[in-house]
């Protein structure tokens, strides 16, 4: 027989209306009879009726999670932690795919718009302009890429390039190409900024797709730019060009160094293993949750939260060939 509100409030010795309240608008409630109220309902196994609970609160109790693509690896832990997030504050994730197409980006966003109580835009491949846009449309968060007004957790890709780069000169790298990634991505703009300052001389090839492809169709524009070092837009980038050479039969490290991005797990289960940029994913996850939880529940200064990255030396570098 199903447990209905009616019966936890008798149990508990309160009005029933103190019972939705618990649910509803826990801070409303004192703590005492609060945790009385939620120990008798899980007795019970009394679960509260989502939808009459939106009509009420005037909340779904669900966000969306945008990714840019969802087969790359570097997304999985970022998404794992903010479903988990979400659930300590008892919100669930929907999660979706643009396939690096941002007029699909705009078409879910708006579509999540009548669904949920906000947003996660990872990575997006759309405008700043759309974006605030379709910020008056539902509440966003956006991470990896700077928005005006908006609340943005960033990983720092600029200072784990910089690492990279100052690693691959302290190894005698004088000539290094930076593998890019799509067009207009902001991972591929804050590299850049990274090389201007290096004291190598970084030659930028790309635009490229951010996947294992990518990185195979940069192989002969890598070979002809004469570099002894690269640093690839990811890891999925790096680990295509790494199989390229080796087709080529040039030879990681001893021919050519390769340093990548993200920290993906398959980059530390080839030959050689993969140097990186370890990239804290799930921090990102968990933040983009909270930022997003106060955009919804409170008015206040949208906040950037800049995440520390680091440089993860493995043996895909060496010192460069004389």
């Known amino acids: 027989m199903t447990v209905t509100i009616r019966d936890v409030a008798r149990a508990s010795g309160v009005h029933v209306s103190t019972v939705s309240r618990t649910f509803s608008a826990p801070h409303l409630v004192n703590a005492e009879t609060r945790t009385r109220v939620l120990a008798v309902a899980d ?56 396939d690096e197409d941002p007029q699909v980006e705009e078409e879910l966003i708006q579509a999540f718009a009548k669904q949920v109580d906000g947003v996660l835009l990872c990575s997006p491949r759309l405008t700043n302009k759309t974006i605030e846009r379709l910020g008056e449309e539902v509440p966003l968060v956006v991470v990896n890429r700077r928005v005006k007004g908006m609340p943005t957790v960033l990983m720092d890709v600029g200072r784990g390039a910089g690492l990279a780069l100052e690693h691959l ?16 991505s902001w991972t591929s703009k804050e590299m850049q900024t990274a090389a201007a300052t290096s ?33 690839a837009y990811n890891d999925l980038v790096a680990i295509g060009l790494m199989e390229g050479l080796a087709e080529r039969g040039t030879e990681v490290p001893r021919d050519l160094s390769v340093i990548g991005v993200d920290d993906i797990v398959t980059g530390r289960l080839g030959s050689p293993r993969l140097t990186t940029i370890a990239m804290p994913t799930a921090a990102a996850g968990r933040m983009a949750v909270d930022l997003l939880l106060h955009s919804v529940d409170a008015e206040g200064a949208p906040g950037v939260t800049t995440l520390e990255t680091s440089l993860v030396v493995r043996e895909s570098t060496g010192e460069a060939r004389r």
């Open 43 to 98: 007795d019970l196994g009394y679960r509260p009726n989502r939808a009459a609970r939106a009509l009420t609160t005037g909340k779904t109790h669900n966000l969306g999670l945008i990714v840019a693509d969802i087969a790359n690896p570097f997304f999985s832990s970022l998404i794992k932690a903010a479903q988990a997030q979400a659930r300590l504050r008892d919100y669930h994730v929907f999660v979706a795919d643009t």
């Open 169 to 184: 000169v302290a190894l005698g790298h004088r000539r290094i190409a930076l593998v890019t990634g799509p067009s207009g």
């Open 199 to 231: 004291e190598a001389d970084v030659v930028f090839l790309g635009p490229n797709p951010p996947t294992a492809l990518g990185g195979l169709s940069a192989v002969t524009d890598v070979l002809a730019s004469g570099a002894t070092g690269v640093l």
